[in-house]
């Protein structure tokens, strides 16, 4: 591992701190993906991150300081897992695609948040992008009560100006609202000043 220093904030004769943060990087030439990438960063502040890489370079791990945890902690983590594989059937990534199409969040090794995400074109020729909230750390894409936002883009080939511009947003329903009549008594006696 091969350690860097950057330090950012106060210039020499300025006021303030100067703050660090120590870098690492992976320095083993026979770990395709990882190699002369960050592996750990630690800011002054003690907030520290580290990273794992697929054989594609892509970052499937990230695990971060939570509350006290020491930069070496194994347990009492945040961990951050990223996975790129489809979970639609109409989203086929190219292999150089580097959105990941899960993300799951655990604190302590228990999932706290999971989000999925497709990217396709549709029978219109349109961009089409989901974001989907898992509603449990156990739903699938496509779970009934997921909160799922779609975005939908015009076509390439659509009159201009609108071609490749966002059409519509679909929002998800987080919250259902039943409206209540209330009665109210609005008569000039109703007012009593006194």
């Known amino acids: 591992t091969m350690a860097y220093k ?7 004769g300025e006021e303030g701190p100067r703050l660090e943060t120590n870098i690492e990087y992976y320095t083993n030439s026979g770990e395709t993906g990882k190699y002369g990438k960050e592996k750990k960063t630690v800011p002054s502040g003690g907030n520290w991150e580290r ?3 697929d054989s594609t370079g892509r970052k499937i791990k990230i695990e971060k300081a939570f509350k006290n945890a020491v930069s070496t902690a194994t347990s009492g983590i945040v961990t951050i ?54 509603s449990a750390s156990a739903a699938a894409y ?40 209330v009665s109210l008594n609005l008569s000039p006696s109703s007012f009593n000043p006194a």
């Open 6 to 12: 950057k330090t950012v904030g106060a210039k020499p």
């Open 51 to 53: 990273y794992d890489y």
């Open 81 to 134: 897992e990223q996975s790129y594989g489809s979970v639609d059937a109409n989203d086929t990534p190219l292999a150089n695609d580097t959105r990941p199409r899960i993300i799951e969040e655990k604190v302590h090794g228990t999932t706290i948040k999971k989000l999925y995400f497709a990217y396709y074109t549709n029978v219109n020729n349109e961009k089409v992008e989901i974001t989907e909230a898992a």
């Open 142 to 181: 496509g779970t009934a009560g997921n909160a799922r936002k779609t975005i939908v883009y015009y076509a390439p080939n659509a009159t201009a100006p609108a071609a490749g511009r966002m059409k519509y947003v679909i929002y998800p329903v987080l919250l259902h609202f039943v409206p209540q009549i």
